[in-house]
Each structure stands twice: as structure tokens, then as C-alpha cells.
């Protein structure tokens, strides 16, 4: 018989949302009457802006005819959208971004997960805790790690901890590392970074030859002007720094599928003989045999994105969502409870009332207020005794979910 990939066999338990998942499908099913209101997983729900449809349904039309069919794009992704992007996104805020140096896919989540593969089995990998699932267990199953400890903590990573102590921004360690994954603003804490601390992590990178991942694919939530957007703001980050970012959140895209990675052409890494190797070419080897670019559809529609009525469209749904993080951080405060996140972030991080524990905590709102939470827990160790809550939702669902927790915890 074929042998499998044993590392696989490493990972704790099912990836954290497919378990919520079963345990909400579980109650549903002995609770056929029961009304949930999902504050979990973060699915935007609002429906895509006008001028994002408008363009997708123009581009339909194009594909209908004999002039403006198109087969297989170029797998980096189409020109307009590259050049739209170093634009709009970067060249806006004074950040130098080549067109060359984007490659667009179907979601930072691939990407984030995927980039792995380009470094060497043997790397030594630096994870924040709490974190976002997929960065520990891809690099669990491509074989970086040992087996878990009681807390879920896999041996060969390094975990970088975000308390309260520390805000929830991760310091850098006290030793050498090959990769750094970072997320701001964060999922799971809505934590933010200061360009400090992200000068610190530059000088960190180029100090012992790392490189960051980084995470920013919530940037379009921060509402402080003084809180970086990108990694690239900082001087020095074209040296050490890949950035990872989507159209999911900002735009609606998580079922039309469509994100990038910037990949500065200055960044390197070495061989086993110590000669210096371009990143940007290993990424570009590894998407052009792996991937055969998004959809031509779907990238007219995030070009529409950066016009005047999709910039206008796309700032209404996300200043929708952050009023929904607002009213749900106030309504735990006024509970009582202790909350982080909400401001520049879209999701909200909630201390565990009494101590409780934080599969305890999901399964009592579950269970007894009928609102969906994600466990701290499945974050990782240090995200024990939290909860998050999102703020995709509608409104009145945001509204009537912050009541149900409120009656629940006060009877």
C-alpha cells in the first residue's frame, strides 16, 4: 500500500473551524428550533458592492465573444490588476512597489499556507500564539515539527507569546530564526502593531537573516492613521519581508476567491552553500507550476475595486463591520467583561468570564444564548481563557447576539 505523509498524523485534532463546525451541526441537530446567530468564523455577508458586480458582469460578456475571449491568463495575474495594485494600494501611501513584485492568487489563506514550501525543510519557523491556524499546521505537515505537548505546542517551533502583558504584539526572540509569521491587524486578538515595534522586527530580520511573513490581510480595518497598513512603510522591510494580502474581507470576496503576495525582488535567501538565491524567483517557479491563476472574471472585479464608486462602496460595508465591532466591544464592556480588539480590527477578544475555560465558554453561549464564538483555545496556548467574536454579521444579528450574551451572563 502507499505510504502517507505521516506528519499529518501530527496534528492535534480537526483544523479548528471544521470542529466548530461539528460541534454547532451536533447542537443544531438535537436543537431543530434553536435560532443561531454565527459570530465565529469570519464570512463577510454583506453582498458584493455594485461596481465590483458591474465589472464581473461586463468581463462575463467579454468572455461571450470571439474578441474578448480569454483562455489562460498569466499565472502572476493580469497587468491591470498588478499595476492597480502597486497604485492604489501601496504607491497611495508612499510605498514602492513594482507591478513585477505582485503575484495575485484565490486568498491569502493559500498563500500564507503555501509560501512554506519554498524554504528549506530544516528552517526554523518563529509562530505568534494565539495565531491563525493554518501558518503552524502547514509547517507541521511539510514535517518542520516534533509531536504536540499537552498544551498543543509542537516541538521545533518557536512561539512567540501576546498577552495581555504585551498588548498581543509578539516580541522578537532572543534567538536566530529562519521565518517569522506576523499578523496585524491580528486575527484572532484585533491587536495592532505601532511602527516601532515593526521597526523592531525589520531590524530583528536583517539582524539574523530571517524573513517575515506578513500578514495583512485586515489592513482596510484600521481606522488610526498613525497604524501601518503595510510592512513596507517601514525602511529596511524590502530586505527581509513577503506581505500577504485580500480581497475577502475589504471587498466580499471569500466565496469569489482573490488576494496577492508582494515578493520584493531585494529579498534573499542561500543555498546550502551560502550563495545568495532570489525569493521572488523560487515564488514565481512555484506559482507558474502550481497554480494557473485566478479567474480573468474575478480579477476585473477586484480591479473595480480601486475606481471611484468601488472605493466608495468598499469603505461603506467595512465602516458597516466595524460599527458592528463597536456594538459588540461596548456591549461586553458594559457587561462587565474584559475586551481587546474592535477598533482596528474587525474581530473582538474576550476574556472568559470567571475563569471559565474557553471550549467551556463557546458551548455555554452555544448551548445556552444560541450565538456561535470562536475558543481562544484553538488559537493556541496562549489564547486559553478567550473567546472571539467577529463582526460580520447583520446588524440586528450583532444587536440581538450582544443581548443574548448580556441575559445569559446576568441570570
Not at 189 to 204: D, I, K, M, P
Not at 354 to 364: A, P, T
Request: aromatic letters at 10%.
Amino acid at each position: 500500500m502507499a505510504r502517507i505523509n505521516e506528519n499529518y498524523l501530527k496534528l492535534a485534532a480537526g483544523y479548528l473551524f471544521p470542529e466548530i463546525g461539528r460541534r454547532v451541526s451536533e447542537f443544531q441537530g438535537s436543537h431543530p428550533d434553536a435560532k443561531l446567530i454565527r459570530l465565529g468564523i469570519g464570512d463577510v455577508v454583506l453582498p458584493l458592492p455594485a461596481a465590483i458586480r458591474e465589472a464581473m458582469h461586463g468581463a462575463i460578456d467579454e468572455l461571450g465573444t470571439t474578441e474578448g475571449f480569454h483562455g489562460y491568463g498569466p499565472e502572476q495575474g493580469y497587468g491591470f490588476l498588478r499595476e492597480a495594485i502597486a497604485t492604489h494600494e501601496f504607491g497611495a501611501r508612499g510605498v514602492e512597489i513594482s507591478p513585477d513584485e505582485i503575484f495575485v492568487s484565490d486568498g491569502s489563506k493559500c498563500d500564507s499556507g503555501n509560501i512554506q514550501e519554498i524554504f528549506a525543510a530544516s528552517a526554523r519557523v518563529a509562530i505568534p500564539d494565539p495565531v491563525y491556524p493554518v501558518y503552524v499546521d502547514t509547517n507541521v505537515m511539510a514535517g518542520r515539527t516534533g509531536v504536540p505537548d499537552a498544551q498543543g505546542r509542537y516541538a521545533g517551533l518557536v512561539y512567540l507569546p501576546c498577552t495581555e502583558s504585551n498588548g498581543f504584539s509578539p516580541e522578537p526572540p532572543s534567538e536566530p530564526v529562519d521565518l517569522v509569521y506576523l499578523c496585524f491587524p491580528n486575527n484572532p486578538t484585533g491587536s495592532t502593531a505601532t511602527r516601532e515595534q515593526l521597526a523592531g522586527w525589520v531590524e530583528y530580520a536583517r539582524g539574523c537573516g530571517a524573513v517575515l511573513l506578513y500578514d495583512a490581510a485586515y489592513e482596510a480595518f484600521i481606522r488610526d492613521p498613525d497604524v501601518p497598513r503595510s510592512i513596507y512603510e517601514i525602511d529596511g522591510a524590502r530586505e527581509c519581508a513577503i506581505e500577504f494580502r485580500s480581497y475577502s474581507k475589504k471587498a466580499g470576496f471569500t466565496g469569489v476567491r482573490c488576494g496577492f503576495i508582494v515578493v520584493p525582488e531585494q529579498l534573499a535567501g542561500t543555498d546550502e552553500g551560502g550563495a545568495a538565491v532570489p525569493i521572488r524567483s523560487l515564488w514565481n517557479r512555484r506559482h507558474s507550476t502550481k497554480f494557473n491563476g485566478a479567474s480573468y472574471p474575478v480579477q476585473v472585479g477586484a480591479a473595480a475595486c480601486y475606481t471611484d464608486a468601488g472605493r466608495e462602496q468598499i469603505q461603506a460595508n467595512v465602516d458597516y463591520y466595524m460599527r458592528n465591532a463597536g456594538i459588540i466591544r461596548d456591549g461586553m464592556e458594559a457587561i462587565g467583561l474584559t475586551v481587546y480588539g474592535g477598533t482596528n480590527a474587525p474581530y473582538v477578544w474576550i476574556r472568559t468570564p470567571s475563569g471559565m475555560g474557553s471550549w467551556e465558554f463557546f458551548d455555554r453561549l452555544l448551548g445556552e444564548a444560541h450565538v456561535v464564538g470562536t475558543p481562544g483555545a484553538g488559537f493556541g496556548a496562549c489564547g486559553e481563557g478567550f473567546l472571539r467574536l467577529s463582526a460580520f454579521g447583520h446588524r440586528e444579528q450583532v444587536t440581538e447576539a450582544v443581548e443574548r450574551i448580556r441575559t445569559n451572563l446576568k441570570g
